[in-house]
C-alpha cells in the first residue's frame, strides 16, 4: 500500500482543486480562444452554482457520515412543485418560493428522520426517498414540461450585478452562510465529530439525533435551492431536470478533498470542486460530445480522485 | 449431517414472516389468475421473475461482503446491449454468450479489486463505475438495437421451462460455491473481516471472486431481459437497481455482512416480482413500482428498528 505515504493533509486537500482550475483554465485559453474570456469564465461559474448549491447539503452529510442519493429527486421536485403552489396574491413570487423550499426541507426532514431517529443506514433511506419521489413525480407530473413565471425567479435567472449575475451572489451568500455554521459556532464542530465517530460524540453529550436531523433537512433546502436556481437559469422545468446532481454532488465532494468516509473535508474545497467539475465538462464537450463518452469520463474522474478523498481503515 | 440440517433450520429465523406474506400472495395471485396454475402459466411466471432473482442474488453477494452494488442497473443493460450486438458475430450464440458473462465477470473483477484491494467503499466506487459501464453500453448501442437469435430468445423465454431448470442450476451452484473456501471466505470476511483474515481466509480473493460471480449473474440477467425483448437496450436496466436492493433487503439480507441467505434473497424477489405483477394487472402506472419499492425498503428495514424502540419504551 504505497498509496498510504500519500496522505495530505486537509488544508491541501481543499487548496488542491483551486489550483487545478487556475491551471486548467490558463492551460485552455491558450489552447482554445474565447475559453479564458471573462463571460465564458463567468458563465462556467454560473453553472457551478447549481452544483456548488447541492453540493452544500452533500458536504455537511457527508462529513457527517452519511451520504444523500435523494438531491437530485429533490431538485426536480422543486422544479415541478413550484408552479404548482403559485397562488394570485403573492405577486412578487416570493412566497410560491418559501413553499417550494418549505417543501424541500420537508423532504429532507423525512430523511432525517429515518437516519437520526430510526437509525436507518443513510444509503438506504435516501435511496428509498429518491426512488419514492420519482414514482411520485412522474404520476403528479406527467411527461409535460411546466414553464417559470415566477417573477422573483425570472428576476434571479437574468440579472446582474455589476457584472456578476445574481445566482452567483446568491450562492456566495449561502456558502458564506455554510462556511461561517461549519467552521465557526458548535454544532459545526459536531457535524464534524458525528462524522469521526457516532457512538463516542453522542457519549459525551452531543445531541447526534437533532444534529443528523439537521444535516438532512439542510441538505434537502439547499437541493430546493439548486431546483429554483436551475430552473430560474433554464426557463422551463421538468421530469428528471435534477438527474445529473446526484453524481456531479458527489464528484464535487470527492473532488473539494472532503473524506468520503466522513469527519473530514470543508465546503471551501467543494466550491473549487463544483467549478472544477464544470470546466472539464466544458473541456470534455470540446473533444467529444457524445454522450456515452461524458458519463465514462465523469466516472472515470471520481475513481481517480478516491486516493485523496480517504479508504476503509478497518479491515 | 443432522448438524447441517440443524444450522440450515436456524438460518431461517427470521424469515418466516417473509415466507408467510409471500404464501399469502402467491396464493392471492393464484385466484386472482388461475393460469398460473398451469405448466405453461407457472413457466411464464418463473421467466418473468428470473431476472429479477438473477439480480437480487447478485445484490445480496455483494451485500454479504459488506458492501452495495449500485451499478447493477447499468450491468443488466450493458448486458444487454452486448449480447444483442455480439450474437451474430462469428463465434455464434455460443460466442454471444460467453463475450456477455466474460464481460460481466470481468468488469465484476475489476471492481471487486478496486474494493477490495484499494480499499475504498463500494458505495462511491459502484456509483462511479455505474456511470462507466452505463457510459459504455450508450457507446456500444445508443439507442435500443442489435438483434438476439429467435432461436435462443425461444430457448430461453419461449414455451420451455428453461428458467426453471436455470434457478435450479443457480441454487445448485451457490450450494457448490458455499462448500468451497472462497464460498465460506465471502460470508466470513463480510461478518468480520479482521477475524477471518487472521483466522487465514483469504479475504481479498473471496470477496474479488464474489464481486466477479456477482458481475457475471448481472450481464446474465441482461443476456436474459435481451431475449425475452428480442434486442439491447442500454437504459433497460434502471429498475433493477433499486429492486435488487429492495429484494434483498426483503430476505433479510444485512448491510452490514455477512448475514443473509440464498433463499431469503430469492423469496425476496419473488415478491417483489409478484407484487410488480398485480400492480400491472391492477392497471397501476409502471411508476408506481418505484413508489412502492421505496416504501417496502424503508418499512422492511425500520421495523426491527422500531420494535427495538418500542421495547425499550416498554422497559
Keep these: 500500500m504505497t498509496l498510504r505515504g500519500f496522505a495530505l493533509n486537509d488544508r491541501m486537500r481543499a487548496t488542491l482543486p483551486y489550483g487545478l482550475i487556475i491551471v486548467l483554465w490558463i492551460g485552455a485559453g491558450f489552447f482554445l480562444p474565447g475559453f479564458a474570456k471573462f463571460g465564458h469564465l463567468r458563465y462556467m461559474v454560473e453553472l457551478a452554482a447549481v452544483i456548488g448549491l447541492v453540493g452544500i447539503g452533500q458536504t455537511l452529510v457527508v462529513i457527517g457520515g452519511g451520504i444523500d442519493l435523494s438531491v437530485a429527486a429533490t431538485i426536480t421536485v422543486a422544479a415541478i412543485v413550484m408552479p404548482l403552489v403559485s397562488f394570485a396574491p403573492d405577486t412578487t413570487g416570493i412566497g410560491a418560493i418559501l413553499l417550494t423550499l418549505a417543501v424541500a426541507g420537508g423532504i429532507g426532514a423525512i430523511n432525517g428522520i429515518g437516519i437520526g431517529i430510526l437509525a436507518l443506514p443513510p444509503l438506504i433511506m435516501t435511496l428509498a426517498t429518491a426512488t419514492t419521489l420519482q414514482g411520485l413525480l412522474v404520476i403528479i407530473a406527467g411527461g409535460s414540461a411546466v414553464t417559470v413565471n415566477n417573477p422573483l425567479l425570472v428576476w434571479l435567472g437574468s440579472t446582474r450585478l455589476l457584472g456578476i449575475p445574481v445566482d452567483i451572489l446568491v450562492w456566495a451568500a449561502i456558502a458564506a452562510l455554510c462556511l461561517a455554521w461549519l467552521h465557526g459556532t458548535r454544532t459545526g464542530a459536531a457535524v464534524f465529530a458525528i462524522g469521526t465517530n457516532a457512538l463516542a460524540s453522542r457519549l459525551s453529550g452531543i445531541a447526534e439525533r437533532r444534529v443528523t436531523l439537521m444535516l438532512y433537512t439542510i441538505s434537502g433546502l439547499t437541493a430546493g435551492c439548486a431546483g429554483l436556481l436551475l430552473l430560474a437559469m433554464n426557463g422551463q422545468g421538468y421530469v428528471g431536470i435534477g438527474d445529473p446532481y446526484l453524481l456531479s454532488s458527489i464528484a464535487a465532494v470527492v473532488l473539494g478533498g472532503t473524506s468520503i468516509l466522513g469527519g473530514r473535508g470543508s465546503y471551501a474545497g467543494t466550491i473549487a470542486g463544483a467549478i472544477l467539475l464544470v470546466t472539464m465538462t466544458a473541456l470534455i464537450t470540446v473533444v467529444n460530445a457524445s454522450a456515452g463518452w461524458r458519463s465514462i469520463i465523469l466516472g472515470c474522474l471520481i475513481l481517480g480522485m478516491l486516493p485523496l478523498s480517504g479508504r476503509d481503515q478497518n479491515r | ?315
Excluded: C
Excluded at chain 2, 43 to 49: E, T
Excluded at chain 2, 126 to 133: G, H, K, N, R, V
Excluded at chain 2, 203 to 210: K, L, Y
Excluded at chain 2, 276 to 305: D, E, H, K, R, S
Design chain 2, 1 to 315: 449431517m443432522s448438524l447441517y440440517w440443524a444450522i440450515q433450520w436456524r438460518r431461517n429465523e427470521g424469515l418466516g414472516a417473509l415466507f408467510i406474506v409471500l404464501a399469502g400472495f402467491l396464493i392471492l395471485y393464484a385466484v386472482l389468475f388461475p393460469g398460473i396454475l398451469s405448466i405453461g402459466g407457472a413457466g411464464r411466471f418463473v421467466q418473468n421473475w428470473f431476472p429479477m432473482a438473477l439480480v437480487a442474488v447478485a445484490q445480496a453477494m455483494i451485500m454479504l461482503t459488506g458492501g452495495i452494488d449500485l451499478s447493477v442497473g447499468a450491468m443488466v443493460g450493458l448486458g444487454s446491449v452486448v449480447a444483442a450486438t455480439s450474437m451474430g458475430g462469428a463465434f455464434g450464440i455460443a460466442g454471444g454468450t460467453a463475450a456477455t458473462l466474460g464481460m460481466g465477470a470481468l468488469v465484476g473483477t475489476g471492481v471487486g479489486v478496486i474494493v477490495s484491494i484499494g480499499r475504498y467503499p463500494a458505495i462511491i466506487v459502484t456509483l462511479a463505475t455505474s456511470f462507466i459501464i452505463g457510459g459504455a453500453a450508450l457507446l456500444i448501442l445508443p439507442r435500443p438495437g442489435g438483434a438476439i437469435p429467435p432461436v435462443l430468445s425461444d430457448f430461453l423465454a419461449g414455451d420451455h421451462p428453461t428458467a426453471v431448470l436455470l434457478l435450479i442450476l443457480l441454487v445448485l451452484g451457490w450450494k457448490l460455491y458455499q462448500a468451497t473456501p472462497l464460498g465460506i471466505g465471502l460470508i466470513a470476511s463480510g461478518d468480520n473481516p479482521t477475524g477471518a483474515y487472521r483466522s487465514g481466509v483469504p479475504t481479498h480473493r473471496a470477496r474479488i471472486v464474489a464481486y466477479a460471480l456477482s458481475g457475471l449473474l448481472q450481464a446474465g440477467a441482461g443476456l436474459y431481459v435481451a431475449a425475452q425483448t428480442g434486442s439491447g437496450d442500454p437504459v433497460i436496466g434502471q429498475p433493477f437497481t433499486l429492486a435488487a436492493i429492495a429484494a434483498a433487503v426483503l430476505g433479510g439480507v444485512s448491510f452490514l455482512g455477512g448475514q443473509g441467505t440464498l433463499r431469503g434473497a430469492l423469496a425476496g424477489s419473488l415478491l417483489m416480482s409478484v407484487l410488480i405483477n398485480v400492480m400491472f394487472f391492477m392497471n397501476l402506472p409502471p411508476v408506481a413500482q418505484y413508489v412502492v419499492q421505496g416504501l417496502i425498503i424503508v418499512v422492511t428495514v425500520a421495523l426491527p428498528q422500531l420494535k427495538q424502540m418500542l421495547r425499550r419504551a416498554v422497559r
